[in-house]
């Protein structure tokens, strides 16, 4: 079974700075897609960013961007020029490529809150 | 174009009572999932439907949950009798398997508490 680790609970950042947030998975897979969502106190999930593991090339969405390191099942979300309203509960998340025998689920880590401070 | 619809936002309900949780996906989406959140457990797949059918539901903690896909535009997931640790916010989400990643939109949940 895949597992998704979010060793950080916490994290702080000033204003207009830049953030990284961890994550690492573990699964025997090779084919998979990789997500970042956050989880602002309205609790709605919003998707961030998405990584497909057959893709070297580490995908952007303006201020947010990863690092997708495939052999050391490593993914962090870096926010550059930090807002308020970045300040969230963001997880990361895996997802087979399989779209069988339960492959199409997502597995999420346990998150990382973030605050932006002044 | 409207997201996933789910109702309602609250719930409060005393044990033993029969909960209904209600969701629409988004028009055109094959795929739809319910997810639990709690501070114990984190988020977690309670179960999922392709094409209105259940494909996995072994993440359904046990036979008092029950979840039904009756058309494409709509899917309970009901608890009878509920039981104060089922309190917690539930998440509909649905996707579209002819989008590559198949990025799974979520509705804006239920919170539900009972007391």
């Known amino acids: 079974a895949q597992t998704v680790t979010q060793s950080q609970p916490e994290m702080s950042v000033q204003e207009a700075e830049t953030v990284t947030l961890s994550c690492t998975y573990d699964?025997?897979?090779?084919?998979?897609?990789l997500f970042w969502y956050k989880q602002p106190p309205s609790r709605q999930m919003i998707l961030v960013i998405r990584?497909?593991?057959?893709?070297?090339q580490n995908a952007t969405e303006n201020r947010f961007s990863v690092n997708f390191q495939k052999a050391a099942k490593s993914f962090s979300l870096k926010i550059s020029d930090s807002q308020l309203g970045d300040a969230a509960m963001y997880f990361c998340?895996?997802?087979?490529?399989?779209?069988?025998?339960?492959?199409?689920?997502?597995?999420f880590g346990t998150g990382t809150q973030l605050k932006v401070e002044l | 174009d409207a997201g996933v619809i789910q109702s309602p936002r609250h719930e409060v309900t005393e044990m033993g009572q029969e909960v209904t949780l209600r969701c629409k996906p988004i028009?055109?989406?094959?795929?739809l999932f319910w997810y639990r959140q709690t501070m114990m457990r984190g988020l977690e797949l309670l179960i999922y439907?392709?094409?209105?059918?259940?494909?996995?539901d072994s993440g359904m903690p046990e036979d008092r949950f029950s979840a039904k896909m009756p058309n494409a535009s709509f899917s309970t997931l009901k608890i009878q009798p509920s039981e104060p640790r089922d309190s917690a916010v539930y998440f509909c989400?649905?996707?579209?398997?002819?989008?590559?990643?198949?990025?799974?939109?979520f509705g804006p949940g239920t919170r539900l508490t009972v007391t």
């Open positions: 028009s055109g989406h094959d795929y």
């Open positions: 439907f392709n094409n209105n059918v259940p494909i996995d």
């Open positions: 699964t025997s897979e090779s084919d998979y897609y």
């Open positions: 989400a649905s996707s579209f398997r002819g989008q590559g990643p198949y990025e799974q939109y």
């Open positions: 990584q497909e593991a057959y893709k070297q």
């Open positions: 998340a895996y997802r087979s490529a399989k779209l069988t025998g339960g492959g199409n689920k997502l597995t």
